[in-house]
């Protein structure tokens, strides 16, 4: 009977398998932890997956996971040195274009890449499901849509901008929802009320007009000239799958098919190796953690910045576990400890961890979060100063400037997030809110994926918005209308009045002869 039941369950197990395809291409292993996890379920779940990536798992029990490792895509990303791009003080329209050039080159790099031409250049390859990274201005992803006609489904690593959002008809109000890259949240002031009016309108024009037909045009040189335009793909979504949480993003409503997941890459604690560990526990004063992440990395940050830092640092009554990214840290103090790499989680976890000192990024908070340790934010690109803003108004961290702040106020800011419980307290109210969900994130983004497969799309899902042009959403043709009508009445208010007094007028003559 037993033997019955586990050959049905495989049985069933094999009738649902499905091929499923992924293309991630963002260089950065920080946004593809994100997508891993999704990966590898659905391969434990017996679907055939196949995946591009920068950064692949390379793990032998996998196997119905075929993974195309186009790491060349790191290389041209540190070539066009992306980071101090995104670093820049240039107006935000201005390094949002700047991305979207360089990405357009890192995407072409992968996308010339040997398997990945042979498995486009294959037409009788097909997959049931596409997912496609859609966190940033990756138009060039929809061609993998185009390629194969099958159902796609967007992952975010962080919140999304505008035109993804525009592409299932999700609410994009300037007041309520600010675009994330603006860092505006809460109460706005009546500039920046206009700022982000105009960023919506600019931000369209930008991606419509310039970015997404430029992108279709690289295209049609990888997937050929008979694919459909790009916009139209991303218009046919069947799903968003973005990961964004309640302490740190705002409250919107969202369509049915905007599904939002988090805490995605959290996993069991595993135990540290036994130097880390040893050290951790001989400080029952406390350690203070400092990792700036991996895109951001501490031995590139400037000397002015690092030798502040040291010296704060020297200051304290703490130990320090420093993620450093090279042998030497010049002017080590003698309370630091550096390791180039670190594993986070199981760090964080340790109850000695007093002060997680971090860039912002959202795995990290989530991290941090998780494991009930108040921060210290450093932020640096994209949406890190929007992220640690929104920290410090739960109250879990204390944010600066590292471009500006000087060595006793980063040192003030550690002793008072490390000596004041109010942080604590408030980061035990975050993690009670962040974890209290029904399913694990990677669970519920596994589901909506198959229920994708089952379905075969979501277009029952679709809101009709997600059909309406920029000008009918806003209703800019009923506005231009309604000043039509007014202009018209005033017109002809006014031709009557002057008709009103021209026939007064003549009358007082008449009068007058008489």
């Known amino acids: 009977m037993r033997l019955t039941i586990v050959c049905i369950a495989l049985f069933a197990n094999y009738v649902q398998s499905s091929k499923v395809l992924g293309f991630f291409p963002a260089p950065s292993i920080s946004h593809q932890r994100i997508f891993q996890p999704i990966w590898k379920e659905l391969s434990l779940r017996g679907h055939e997956v196949t995946v ?5 798992l390379n793990d032998l029990s996998l196997v119905n996971l075929t993974e195309i490792d186009v790491r060349i895509g790191y290389k041209v990303f540190e070539d066009l040195k992306l980071l101090e791009k995104m670093k820049s003080k240039n107006f935000v329209l201005i390094k949002i274009l700047n991305i979207f050039h360089d990405i357009q080159r890192v995407m072409s790099s992968e996308l010339q890449h040997e398997a990945v031409k042979k498995l486009i250049e294959n037409d009788a390859k097909y997959f049931d499901v596409v997912l496609l990274q859609t966190s940033h201005l990756f138009p060039l992803v929809y061609g993998f849509g185009t390629k194969f ?20 008809g999700n609410p994009t109000h300037p007041l309520v929802a600010p675009d994330i890259m603006l860092n505006l949240h809460g109460k706005l002031g009546f500039f920046d009320k206009i700022s982000s009016v105009l960023h919506n309108i600019l931000y369209r024009i930008l991606y419509y007009w310039y970015a997404l037909p430029m992108a279709d045009k690289v295209a049609r040189k990888h997937f050929g000239e008979n694919i459909p335009y790009l916009g139209d793909v991303e218009k046919n979504m069947s799903l968003i799958l973005t990961t964004v949480n309640p302490i740190i993003h705002p409250i919107r409503p969202n369509v049915p098919n905007m599904i939002e997941i988090n ?3 959290i996993r069991e604690k595993k135990p540290l190796p036994k130097d880390l560990q040893d050290y951790l526990d001989s400080a029952p004063e406390g350690v203070v953690y400092f ?5 951001v990395k501490s031995a590139n940050i400037s000397s002015e910045i690092r030798n502040i830092i040291i010296e704060a640092l020297s200051e304290l009554p703490y130990k320090v576990l420093w993620k450093w990214e090279t042998d030497y840290l010049p002017n080590q103090p003698y309370n630091v400890l550096t390791r180039k790499w670190i594993p986070q989680q199981d760090v964080l976890g340790h109850p000695n961890i007093k002060v997680f000192i971090t860039q912002g990024g959202l795995q990290s908070i989530e991290e941090a979060i998780c494991n009930e340790v108040p921060m210290v934010g450093l932020p640096y690109i994209t949406d890190q100063p929007y992220n ?5 108004e739960f109250g879990i961290a204390i944010g600066l400037n590292p471009g500006t702040m000087t060595k006793d106020q980063f040192k003030r800011a550690i002793l008072e997030v490390a000596g004041n419980k109010k942080y604590k307290e408030r980061v035990r109210e975050a993690k009670a809110i962040l974890t209290d969900q029904p ?11 198959e229920y994708v497969i089952r379905h075969k799309g979501a277009k029952h899902l679709r809101s009709p918005a997600a059909d309406l042009s920029f000008f009918e959403y806003f209703l800019v043709d009923v506005a231009l209308f309604f000043v039509f009508c007014a202009l018209l ?26």
């Open 439 to 449: 399913m694990k994130g990677v669970e519920k983004a596994v589901w909506w994926i």
């Open 291 to 295: 990792s700036l992440g991996s895109n």
């Open 489 to 514: 009445l005033t017109y002809v208010v006014v031709k009557m009045i002057r008709w009103c007094r021209c026939r007064s007028k003549k009358g007082l003559t008449k009068e007058k002869a008489n």
């Open 149 to 168: 006609s099958a159902p796609v489904i967007g992952i975010s690593s962080m919140d999304l901008y505008l035109h993804a959002h525009d592409a299932v």
């Open 388 to 392: 640690v803003r929104k920290l410090e």
């Open 52 to 56: 591009i990536t920068p950064d692949i």
């Open 263 to 265: 805490q995605i890459h």
